[in-house]
């Protein structure tokens, strides 16, 4: 993986404030990032970045962290599903996925949401939550432009994951 900046600087002439960019191309060197997988562009703000850092610092997982800025096909309610992308899933989740399965996800973000998900690999190498996604969404009151972090374990005999919204 190569190493890029540290930051990029993407603020305007609007806001002060420091934004790092992140995504599956945009590699940084903090000591966090060894422990991620961007799933696609992400801007971190300072308190997505110190909830970021803070996480990682508590707990190293096993399987890197999986963070991705949500949108509109993840949150829809009626038939939402929640897509990891091929580079992860086939270094991180395709040994648990031989076949379709059913996982504990749990979510203490505003609420505890404690439910489980079906989650299988595709035929385009991708791994994809969908039964109970919807739930998982409105229990943790994830909406469109949220960070989330996905932390799966390796539970007793299972796969199992927790999810977080990094604080706005």
Known sequence: MAAGP??????DSKSDEETWL????????????????????VELTK???????SQVNDYKPQIPYYVCKMGKTTNN??????????????????NYLTV????????????WVGT????NKVATGHAVITTNWPDVVMGAEIKDGDICMFCFY??????????TRLSN
Do not use: Q, W
Not at 22 to 41: A, L, Q, S, V, W
Not at 47 to 53: E, G, P
């Open 47 to 53: 308190a997505n970045l110190d909830h970021l850092k």
């Open 22 to 41: 992140r995504g599956p191309t945009i590699y940084g060197m903090e000591f966090f990032d060894k422990h991620c997988h961007f799933g696609n562009e």
């Open 100 to 111: 379709p399965t059913t996982i504990p996800i749990t979510s203490n973000t505003n609420a």
């Open 6 to 11: 540290s930051y990029i600087n993407l603020s």
């Open 77 to 94: 309610l009626t038939r939402g599903k929640m897509t990891f992308n091929k580079e992860y899933t086939e270094e991180h989740l395709k």
């Open 116 to 119: 489980r998900v079906r989650i």
């Open 154 to 163: 390796d539970g007793t005999r299972e796969l199992g994951c927790f999810v």
